[in-house]
């Protein structure tokens, strides 16, 4: 078993070439956000994000950024408030239907974008009758994209949890239903919670093309606005989102470490 393991150099190697995979195309754009028009270094661009006179310029992505933390916030209030709570019905009550319910899950990944937004055109219709075309409805939509991700984060956890075992322990001391998902079981699936969390932002930050095919303002299609009147706006936003996604996953580790401390504890 040793044999087939790797050693460090190879893990080194491995690491650091996926490390430059990543690394690479951010430094470049971040190289290219402080080039002037005469190729040389300048900070104008990024002192340009406060120059008043620009504001109208940059205003499209500011509300499409506030459409897009909207977006997040909703669809992952779906994924803790849906998919959650029936991962873990199925899994507690009906786990002969696990198998088809992953395989409904996990179908969203498979299908382009595009082919989404056709069969969501007329379901979005009767959407825009009913509670108006605002950019948050979009989470509808979000919230299937995210579908697989979300699952296999929170699927991680629960087989990693002896489920059965602790929602009896605690029927068995007069607990309802509410209670065991709340108090029980959601604390000890709260890593696999928080990852599902982060996916889902990550994915509604970065998702353009059912936003643009439905017309509707969020960051990445204010991205493309603003590009036609300032080539370098779009590449420093983008970053500041990446840093924000990176920030928010720290955030999110060290919270779900400090828990598995005290827990251990």
Do not use: C
């Not at 209030?77 to 873990?88: F, G, H, Q, R």
């Amino acid at each position: 078993m040793n044999r087939l393991a790797p050693s460090s150099l190879t893990r080194w190697i491995i690491g650091i070439l996926v490390g430059l995979f990543f690394l690479v195309p951010l430094v470049a754009t971040l190289a290219y956000t402080f080039r002037g028009e005469d190729g040389g270094f300048t900070l104008a661009h990024w002192a340009g994000l406060g120059d008043p006179a620009k504001a109208a310029v940059y205003q499209p992505i500011w509300t499409g950024l506030g459409n897009s933390l909207i977006l997040a916030i909703v669809t992952v209030l779906i994924v803790l408030l849906v998919l959650a709570p029936t991962m873990i019905l199925v899994n507690l009550r009906f786990p002969r239907l696990r198998p088809v319910f992953e395989f409904v899950v996990l179908l969203p990944i498979s299908i382009p974008a595009i082919v989404l937004v056709v069969g969501l055109t007329p379901i979005y219709l009767q959407i825009g009758r009913s509670v108006g075309t605002g950019a948050w409805t979009l989470a509808f939509a979000y919230g299937i994209t995210v579908l697989p991700f979300a699952y296999r984060s929170i699927q991680a956890s629960i087989d990693a949890v002896d489920m059965t075992t602790l929602a009896e322990a605690a029927r068995s001391l007069g607990a309802g239903w509410g209670t065991v998902v709340l108090r029980v079981l959601a604390p000890n699936l709260r890593q696999g919670l928080l990852a599902a969390s982060l996916l889902s932002i990550a994915v509604v930050l970065g998702e353009f093309t059912i936003a643009s095919l439905l017309n509707r303002d969020v960051l990445q299609t204010a991205l493309v606005v603003v590009q036609k009147q300032d080539g370098w706006a779009p590449a420093m936003f983008a970053l500041m989102a990446l840093t924000f996604s990176f920030l928010l996953l720290l955030i999110i580790g060290r919270a779900a470490r400090g828990r598995s401390g005290k827990a251990d504890s």
